[in-house]
């Protein structure tokens, strides 16, 4: 055994089997996953499917 000092404890954790973000459709009233077509504008997505989103929360 050599002593080693300094070693790097700690690893950061991996996301494994993180839960996927979640909102709820406005329109529809029901709640939604995170989908990979939405890696990009998770933020601005509102509705759960282009239906949703044409019908808006009128209706
Ligand atoms: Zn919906």
């Known amino acids: 055994?050599?002593?080693?000092?300094?070693?790097?404890?700690?690893?950061?954790?991996?996301?494994?089997?993180?839960?996927?973000?979640?909102?709820?459709?406005?329109?529809?009233?029901?709640?939604?996953?995170?989908r990979r077509k939405w890696a990009a504008c998770w933020e601005q997505v509102k509705y759960c499917s282009d239906r949703c989103r044409a019908r808006g929360t009128a209706g």
């Open 1 to 34: 055994m050599s002593p080693r000092g300094g070693g790097e404890r700690g690893q950061p954790r991996r996301a494994a089997g993180a839960p996927k973000p979640e909102k709820v459709c406005p329109a529809c009233g029901r709640p939604f996953q995170w």
